[in-house]
């Protein structure tokens, strides 16, 4: 199938991207183009006007600092997967980022274009959630920043207004005491996951010459019409365990709705929940235990 016909424009700067954007209630902005083509080739799109952003400057940069990680809107996966600093301030950025779908994707695709394309299945929202991250956005009116909880508010559908324009997003950065983790399961390597999860686990001293968990989130993807992030520290404890890890995985479906689908049921999907949830929050707790032990 053909995409529906459409106008185009690429403007050269971001008055002009906004101006147009603006006067066409029905545009959408092409960055990366790999979520929004195959929407227009199936015809699930059908804007008047598609608004090329590639030839905006300074929109492709990855900085990272010590408060986290800005990445720009024409920034690639593959630039962000393959920045070094970026990977020392956030790593959870490259563990998930290596999982989404090819290497030819990842090279055109853009984080920022994924982030506000708002697909529950993709791996880039659940991180920015699970991180309590942000997206600044533009419009003719000026700047704000849409806090990953107010972000994402259905299937498809984010907080962005049709006039707006993404410009950068921002990964908190991993606190020394803490670790992370990401895991997904797909019937094949680069296929949309089934299931995924990435896990955030925090320790302190116990007072004791030991450590305990105050902190443990696990963010899914591919499980609910939007990314959710659920706490399940009541459930951890103190100290991270088999029978916890279970505990956790239970608690996580009390805040869950998984969703069927031509490629799983339901019940498929929540006992992926209960499998991933215990191997994302054991993979972040050795993390966040190495962390500790490696700067002390």
Same mark, same amino acid.
């Given at each position: 199938m053909k995409p529906a016909p459409f106008a185009y424009t690429r403007p050269a700067d971001l008055d002009a991207?906004? =101006?147009?954007?603006?006067?066409? #209630?029905?545009?959408?902005?092409?960055a990366g183009g790999q979520s929004l083509v195959p929407l227009l080739s199936m015809r699930l799109a059908a804007p008047s006007l598609l608004v090329d952003i590639n030839g905006l400057p300074d929109l492709d940069h990855v900085r990272s600092a010590a408060d986290g990680v800005r990445v720009g809107a024409l920034a690639r996966h593959a630039a962000v997967l393959a920045d070094e600093e970026a990977r020392r301030v956030q790593p959870l950025l490259a563990m998930a980022l290596a *999982?989404?779908?090819?290497?030819?994707? /990842? *090279? %055109?695709?853009?984080?920022?274009?994924?982030?506000?394309?708002?697909?529950?299945?993709? @791996?880039?929202?659940?991180?920015? %959630?699970l991180l309590g991250g942000a997206v600044d956005v533009v419009s003719a009116r000026g700047l704000r920043t849409i806090g990953a909880e107010e972000l994402y508010v259905g299937p498809l559908e984010s907080a962005l207004e049709h006039d707006e324009i993404a410009v950068e997003a921002f990964f908190p950065a991993l606190a020394p005491d803490s670790g992370v983790a990401f895991q997904e399961v797909a019937r094949r390597n680069g296929d949309y996951a089934l299931c995924g999860? =990435? =896990?955030?686990? /925090?320790?302190? *001293?116990?007072?004791?010459?030991?450590? %305990?968990?105050? @902190?443990?989130?696990?963010? !899914?993807?591919?499980?609910? +019409?939007? #990314?959710?992030?659920? +706490?399940?520290?009541?459930?951890?404890? +103190?100290?991270?365990? +088999? !029978?916890?890890e279970r505990v956790a995985g239970e608690m996580a479906l009390e805040s869950l709705d998984p969703q069927a689908d031509i490629h799983g049921t339901a019940a498929y999907r929540a006992q992926l929940v209960r499998v991933l949830t215990g191997r994302v929050l054991r993979s972040a707790y050795r993390d966040a235990l190495c962390r500790r032990g490696a700067a002390a």
């Open positions: 991207a906004l =101006a147009a954007l603006a006067g066409t #209630p029905d545009a959408k902005v092409l *999982n989404v779908a090819h290497a030819t994707i /990842r *090279n %055109r695709g853009t984080t920022v274009g994924s982030l506000v394309h708002a697909d529950a299945a993709a @791996e880039m929202p659940v991180v920015l %959630r999860a =990435a =896990a955030l686990v /925090r320790l302190e *001293n116990d007072g004791l010459g030991g450590d %305990r968990i105050v @902190e443990a989130r696990v963010g !899914y993807l591919s499980v609910c +019409d939007v #990314p959710t992030v659920v +706490d399940v520290a009541a459930a951890v404890g +103190d100290v991270l365990t +088999d !029978y916890s």
